[in-house]
Structure formats: structure tokens, C-alpha cells
């Protein structure tokens, strides 16, 4: 039915409902009462229905015909109002932004409703996504990503450095397979996300490690569950700072090679969370409102890169 759902009909019998008269129908639609007599009439016969009383005094609706009339004028209305919901939205801005899970629990979303405030006129549409997303598929404006920035984007800023600690739970560094050096690191399990097998591999190579990472590594789905994972023993972690030295003064994690840092090692080691821009779309307004808003608050972070992307 829907394929041939007859609109027009539907229309003129809305119109003679209202009157309960196919001559003032006709007035309105400017065609003949003959005419709307007939639409109507045939109306009926496609829908298997009655809706009308031809009485001699006049038109009587049905129950059926005043049940039908309802439900015509509230599909009136309802595609009334999307055609306003349309156009209003045709005027507003939408922002489309892909957003690493852990910035987007522990920095954004938190101040979001900061940003919606003084745009009341956009509409933002955050999704999260562990991988580096895809821009043209998902129509993104922006991406906050957790890497190493190496992206083919001609605009991208790092907006925090996410320098991080080796640690592991006391218990590993005695028993079968002590861990005391770098050497013993490859008969531990590498507890890790999807992305992070590049950071352990990057680590392996500056410390000399001959192992392949993938052989050892636990892949966990994020930082909470590594954290948990060291927390039981099952293995060594790439943890931030923050996180490791709170955990090894509580006397639940231990820096079995020392308290040493990534960026101790050597920089360009510590991955960081980037905001990506869509190519083609340099110095778009809007876009540069959102970084400047969001360099506004995470300047006083420790972790910050205080440089925007709309300056570069």
C-alpha cells in the first residue's frame, strides 16, 4: 500500500471531510464537485472502506471516514513538521567530531556543554572510535586521536603528550621469570591495546629487545582493563605517568627496570592525543572556534602542547 499510497485522494477527502461538502471542497481545491465526487468514490473503493453518508440532507462522515481524517491530519502535521525541522537545520551548523574513548570521557564531554552554550547554533555530533577514523565515510569535520601523528593531514596538532611508565604488579619481579632488565622482557605477557603494539614495538627497538611484540602481547580494549590486568599480576603495561606513580605509591605496581619515563628514553617515543582536520576544509570557521575553545581549557593540563592548529 505504501508504494501507491494515494496522496492525492487522501488530500481531497481531507479537504470535503472538513466541509462534509464536495462543492465547498471544490471551491478550495478550484476543481469541480463532479470531480471531487470522484476521487473521493474512488477513494473508497481502493481502500475497501465507506466514508461518507450521501444522505439527501448533505455528506455525513463515517466512523471510518473520521478515524481516517485523523489520522490524514496528523500526518499533515508531522510532515509539516519536518519540513521546519529540515529548514531550521539547513540554517544551523552541524560539527562532526571522531574522538578517542579515554579524551573523550576525561576531557571532552565533561566540557562539552561549555562549547553548546556559546554555539547555541550548532549541532555536535560526537562519536568515538579506537582507530583512526575515516573522514570521508563518516563526513568528519575533526578527530582527536591517540598516536604518534603519523597521518597523511596537512593540519594536525598535538594537544596532549601521554608519557608513560613500565610497571607491573610486585609479584612479577620474583618467581620463574624474574623481571629485573630489559633483557627479561620477552618472557612477559604485554598488556596493551590494539594501537599501542606500535609504542612496544618503538620501546623493544630503543632498549635493543629482539622479540616480536605480537607473539607476547594480551590485547585489552582500554586503559581501565591494562590497569585491572597489571592490578592481577598478568603481565607488564605502558601506563601514564599519572596513573603508574599513583599505583606504585600505593605499593600496587612496581617499575621493575627503574622509574624512568618514556620521554627519559627518548621523545619521540611518547604518543600523545592529536586533533586532525579534514583536508579541504583549512581555516573553516567554525572549525576554528571549536580549537580555540579547546585550547582554552586544556592549556592549564600539565600534558598540553600549547600551540593551535588554526596558528599553524
Not at 2 to 9: H, T, V, Y
Not at 248 to 266: Q, T, V
Amino acid at each position: 500500500m505504501a508504494a501507491n499510497l494515494p496522496l492525492r485522494s487522501l488530500n481531497i477527502f481531507a479537504v470535503a471531510a472538513r466541509y462534509c461538502s464536495f462543492k465547498k471542497a471544490a471551491e478550495e481545491l478550484c476543481v469541480t464537485p463532479q470531480a471531487v465526487s470522484l476521487q473521493v468514490r474512488n477513494l473508497e473503493e481502493q481502500l475497501s472502506l465507506t466514508l461518507f453518508q450521501r444522505l439527501p440532507a448533505g455528506l455525513q462522515l463515517t466512523a471510518e471516514g473520521q478515524q481516517l481524517l485523523d489520522y490524514v491530519d496528523r500526518g499533515v502535521k508531522l510532515i509539516e513538521q519536518g519540513i521546519e525541522d529540515l529548514q531550521q537545520r539547513q540554517q544551523r551548523r552541524q560539527l562532526r567530531i571522531s574522538v578517542s574513548p579515554w579524551f573523550a570521557v576525561n576531557c571532552l564531554l565533561p566540557r562539552l556543554s561549555e562549547f553548546e552554550q556559546l554555539h547555541p547554533q550548532v549541532d555536535l555530533e560526537i562519536s568515538a572510535s579506537v582507530r583512526f577514523p575515516d573522514f570521508r565515510d563518516q563526513h568528519l569535520d575533526l578527530a582527536i586521536q591517540w598516536g604518534f601523528g603519523h597521518w597523511p593531514f596537512s593540519r594536525k596538532q598535538l594537544l596532549l603528550i601521554d608519557d608513560c611508565m613500565l610497571v607491573c604488579h610486585p609479584s612479577l619481579i620474583s618467581g620463574a621469570n624474574p623481571l629485573s632488565s630489559s633483557d627479561h622482557l620477552p618472557a612477559q605477557r604485554l598488556l596493551c591495546t590494539e594501537l599501542s603494539l606500535l609504542l612496544w614495538q618503538k620501546l623493544y627497538s630503543t632498549l635493543n629487545v629482539d622479540a616480536v611484540v605480537e607473539r607476547q602481547a594480551l590485547i585489552l580494549d582500554s586503559q581501565a582493563s591494562q590497569v585491572e590486568a597489571v592490578s592481577n599480576g598478568l603481565g607488564v603495561a605502558l601506563l601514564p605517568v599519572a596513573i603508574a606513580q599513583k599505583g606504585c605509591e600505593e605499593g600496587r605496581f612496581i617499575a621493575p627496570l627503574g622509574a624512568w619515563k618514556l620521554s627519559d628514553l627518548n621523545p619521540a617515543l611518547v604518543p600523545g592525543y592529536w586533533l586532525v582536520e579534514r583536508e579541504g576544509r583549512e581555516r573553516d570557521p567554525l572549525v576554528a572556534e571549536f580549537d580555540h575553545w579547546l585550547q582554552s581549557w586544556l592549556k592549564y593540563d600539565p600534558r598540553a602542547i600549547r600551540v593551535s592548529i588554526s596558528d599553524s
